[in-house]
């Protein structure tokens, strides 16, 4: 089965807390690419990383990094010292090889309070 | 700067009533995209074309069609719209498998439909 769970629904912090969104994929193919996407209120989704199946080398932009752990199946997204403007839903995505198709997780609603 | 486009962000119409739904892109990318999104299901995906002319169905085709005549432009057709259409409608575009940034999805800003 090709699928993406992001247990988190909603994550509830307070300014300049660190937060942590968990993404969990599963795919068959050995050669797959793994997205996260930020979608604030209004509406559109913003690309925010992509990471190769090969390239398990972390990342870090700015205030936001990725965890790729292939032997866990996991591509977890954290937030350092949150804003409020950070607040918005979270889309872990996945795409298996030779394929287009964007298998999203449901979600994770982040709301980060002043 | 990465550009896609939807006709409207927001859309009331009567249950029966024949719906099109516009999508433009000016990345010359030769996918285009119609997900759906529903609270608690994420984005699920219509319907998808990888040229003019040609699409293919994707987890929910049910009630929908789309049309591609020109590379920038991905319609999708409510034949007769149901209360169960309501949602919010995104579409995306993509580069072609094998060139640059391929496997990126850029998204419009959505449509919001409410059938009523």
């Known amino acids: 089965a090709q699928k993406v769970t992001q247990a988190q629904t909603e994550i509830s912090v307070v300014e300049k807390e660190d937060v942590t969104l968990d993404c969990v994929y599963e795919?068959?193919?050995?050669?797959?690419?793994l997205f996260w996407y930020k979608q604030p209120p209004s509406g559109e989704l913003v690309f925010l990383i992509r990471r190769n199946s090969f390239d398990e080398q972390n990342e870090i932009s700015g205030r936001y990094s990725w965890n790729f752990q292939k032997s866990t199946s996991s591509f977890n997204f954290t937030i350092t010292a949150s804003q409020v403007v950070d607040s918005a839903v979270y889309f872990c995505?996945?795409?298996?090889?030779?394929?287009?198709?964007?298998?999203f997780g449901s979600g994770t609603r982040l709301l980060v309070r002043p | 700067d990465v550009k896609v486009t939807q006709s409207s962000r927001y859309l009331v119409k009567r249950t029966g009533e024949k719906v099109f739904l516009e999508c433009v892109q000016d990345m010359d990318h030769e996918n285009m995209f119609w997900y759906r999104q529903d609270p608690g299901l994420g984005l699920r995906l219509i319907y998808f074309?990888?040229?003019?002319?040609?699409?293919e169905k994707g987890d929910i085709p049910e009630g929908y069609s789309v049309s591609r005549e020109k590379k920038e432009r991905f319609s999708l057709i409510l034949e007769s719209a149901s209360t169960n259409q309501t949602s919010m409608y995104l579409c995306?575009?993509?580069?072609?498998?094998?060139?640059?940034?391929?496997?990126?999805?850029?998204f419009g800003p959505g449509t919001r439909l409410t059938v009523t």
């Open positions: 995505a996945l795409i298996p090889d030779s394929s287009y198709k964007l298998i």
């Open positions: 795919t068959r193919d050995t050669t797959y690419y």
């Open positions: 995306a575009s993509s580069a072609r498998l094998g060139q640059p940034l391929s496997y990126e999805q850029y």
């Open positions: 074309s990888y040229d003019v002319k040609m699409k």
